[in-house]
């Protein structure tokens, strides 16, 4: 059973398989051998070198190795999987997401071998699974698409000559792309010129397949798709929409079910619609149909995703359906239990996407070990509200540079958007989370924007639109910051109470201290007085009384409790002699004084950082793909100077500003640590 919204208990057992593997790694495995645990079903986990401790290893009944760490060389290799199948006696495989799942070949090649493939057939899989061709067959269905050249593309000149006729903005992808992988969007000549034989090189690293297609790209569009569940005997349902509109650089961060913007006129039309084309190419098992929908609710199609969905929790908690079950169940021969009008769409839920990234570094890439990786308590609160966490490490567990820095997803219920917003922000200040960076502060800061709460003005552009300049934390509302105030001064007057009972102090005795104290909050100096025990306290802030009720003891991660009957969680974290509490998404610098050392502080000259402007560092540990100018260049403001891989994505940095190219200390191959000096200027 799942932590969250309950599923339906498990129907009985028909004809079955006993044993499965599972072609994927990180939650995604776990989430599978779960349900199958659920149905009785022994399970069989792969892994690579890189994962040879990972969770999914542990969880399941079996494992097998299948190669080294990089993806090319264990997971993508259907001969290896097959090879796992036929050892271990599966007789069935799921493939999750990414990886082999969208692949014909794979499943023709599990035919062959006699294993049962958990997912749609081959041909529908061929048939949507690469872009071109399923524009083509969506236009056969009578969906409607977006403008754009669906042919072959031979090179940079022809993607401009494409580019040019549809008219910018345009969109470049890859055919056989997914997950905002081999994406660029253009608006104009000379970013096709730039960004094509780019895009082609993340195609063919991360597909296989360099192949690209070119469509009219929406302004202020909505990203809605429609969830499917169809079975072997021709019986295919839509399970209500998904909105992921809250999108950076093409990858989803934020979803939810339902959509704030769809009616349920809309609904039905863009169901119908998708269960229209899912019959065209013959389809059974779990797939989601892609639209882009406009200001006016016109919408268009996108792509078909032959897969199991990421997001596929949201949309399993408004139904109360298990999308794997049934998934697994249709691959044994069973017909769907139920009908359209058996449909429920009961609440609201969000997911998150909690990834190893630094927002406060332009998102870049974060690896290295969970020292500590504490989530919120899973299942339901005393509002009736529902948290799920679905996550495929645990503390202590190494974040790889090779594959997709997912850490979790967090995922939340209630009988109200409202209430699934305010369960979310109040799991994530609760989700613990050391010894990598990690976008916890920035899904914080979005569950607390006015645009998104409001939800009805919410476009694949909000984040470029509400954080041109990057993420520097959320606004600090006035409760916030009484919090975090009144945090600071407990966690300090206890941790020296603590102090001063020490023994074997050179006085004889312990340092004695008031109940005075000062806090220098972000800066500002605000005076405060603390009294009461461990467990309770009472805070005095701007005249006012803080009444705070928290277990917190000294050495806690985490100051969880209430402020005046309000529930707060806070992550603490000791930084010399200041405290960085982190809520609500933003992490702050505080340090608690006496009066007369605040006094004194006022005096104190600020540390000033050194000048690394002369250097181009490489921002996140990664691979030099190219470097775009010589010693001795001249650059420009905005000039690409080198282009890193890392997490399967390619980063093209530039110049910050004009300047000469004095020397070169990395070439193409180098692989990087954070921080690492690239290039010196004079």
């Not at 399970?43 to 090319?72: F, K, N, W």
């Not at 916030?480 to 005795?509: C, F, K, N, P, Y």
């Not at 996140?620 to 470097?627: A, D, Q, T």
């Not at 080198?642 to 692989?671: C, F, Y």
């Amino acid at each position: 059973m799942e932590a969250g919204r309950e599923f339906r208990e498990p129907r009985a057992l028909t004809k079955m398989f006993k044993k499965i593997l599972i072609a994927n790694r990180g939650e995604i495995a776990c989430r599978v051998i779960r349900t199958a645990r659920s149905l009785g079903i022994k399970t069989v986990a792969v892994y690579s070198d890189a994962d040879a401790q990972a969770l999914h290893v542990r969880e399941a009944d079996e494992a097998v190795h299948i190669g080294a760490a990089p993806a090319a060389e264990s997971y993508l290799l259907a001969d290896r999987i097959i090879a796992a199948c036929q050892a271990t006696g599966a007789e069935a495989v799921h493939p999750g997401y990414g990886f082999l799942s969208e692949r014909a070949g794979f499943v023709e090649a599990l035919n062959a071998a006699g294993i049962t493939f958990i997912g749609p057939p081959a041909a529908a899989i061929a048939a949507m699974g690469d872009k071109i061709e399923s524009k083509r067959r969506a236009k056969a269905a009578g969906v409607s698409v977006v403008p754009g050249f669906v042919g072959e593309i031979t090179g940079t000149d022809h993607a401009v000559e494409i580019a040019n006729g549809i008219g910018y903005p345009v969109m470049m992808k890859a055919s056989a792309g997914g997950g905002g992988k081999g994406m660029r969007l253009a608006w104009s000549e000379a970013d096709v010129r730039e960004g094509f034989d780019s895009v082609r090189r993340e195609a063919l690293a991360s597909f296989g397949d360099d192949r690209v297609f070119i469509e009219k790209f929406v302004e202020q569009p909505r990203h809605i798709e429609i969830q499917l569940i169809g079975d072997q005997q021709g019986n295919i349902v839509y399970l209500n929409e998904r909105d992921c509109s809250i999108q950076r650089r093409h990858q989803k961060v934020v979803e939810e079910a339902p959509s704030p913007f769809v009616t349920p006129e809309m609904r039905k039309a863009m169901g119908e619609q998708a269960v229209a084309l899912a019959r065209n190419v013959g389809y059974f098992s779990a797939g989601t149909v892609e639209f882009i929908a406009g200001a006016d609710r016109s919408f268009y199609f996108l792509e078909m995703n032959t897969r199991l969905q990421v997001e596929h929790p949201v949309t399993e908690c408004i139904t109360g359906l298990d999308l794997v079950e049934l998934m697994i169940r249709v691959a044994a021969g069973e017909a769907l239990p139920f009908g359209q009008a058996d449909v429920q769409l009961s609440g609201h839920a969000i997911e998150t996407r909690i990834y190893a990234e630094d927002p406060y570094r332009g998102f870049l890439p974060s690896i290295g070990r969970l020292s500590r990786c504490q989530p919120p308590q899973a299942g339901p609160d005393d509002e009736g509200r529902l948290v799920r966490v679905d996550t495929g490490v645990v503390e202590g567990a190494e974040i790889s540079r090779f594959y997709d820095p997912m850490i979790a997803k967090l995922i939340t219920w209630g009988e109200t958007r409202e209430a699934a917003i305010a369960a979310q922000a109040q799991a994530l200040d609760r989700y613990l989370i050391k010894g990598i960076n990690h976008n916890i502060d920035f899904l914080g800061a979005i569950m607390q924007h006015p645009r998104f709460q409001a939800g009805t003005q919410v476009t694949t552009g909000f984040i470029a639109e509400e954080y041109p300049d990057g993420f520097h934390g959320a606004p600090v509302a006035p409760e916030t910051r009484d919090a975090l105030v009144a945090a600071a001064a407990i966690i300090h007057a206890e941790t020296v109470a603590r102090e001063s009972l020490i023994d074997g102090q050179l006085s004889g005795d312990g340092a004695h201290y008031g109940i005075n104290w000062v806090v220098d909050f972000d800066g500002e100096q605000l005076p405060v007085e603390v009294t009461g025990e461990a467990g309770s306290h009472e805070v005095l802030l701007d005249g006012r009384d803080l009444v705070v009720q928290s277990g917190w003891r000294v050495g806690d991660a985490l100051f969880a409790g209430s402020i005046n009957g309000a529930a707060v969680a806070i992550t603490v974290e000791k930084k010399g002699s200041f405290l960085v509490l982190t809520t609500r998404g933003g992490a702050h610098k505080c340090r608690v004084l006496t009066p007369r050392a605040a006094e004194l502080a006022r005096f104190m000259i600020p540390k000033v950082p050194p000048d690394m402007s002369k250097y181009l560092l490489c921002p996140m540990p990664g691979l030099v793909v190219s470097i775009a100018v010589a010693e001795g260049d001249r650059v420009e403001a905005g000039q690409p100077l080198a282009t890193v891989e890392a997490m399967k994505m390619e980063n093209i940095l530039r110049a910050e500003k004009a300047g000469v190219v004095a020397k070169l200390l990395a070439k193409p191959g180098d692989s990087l640590a954070v921080d690492a000096v690239i290039m010196e200027f004079a």
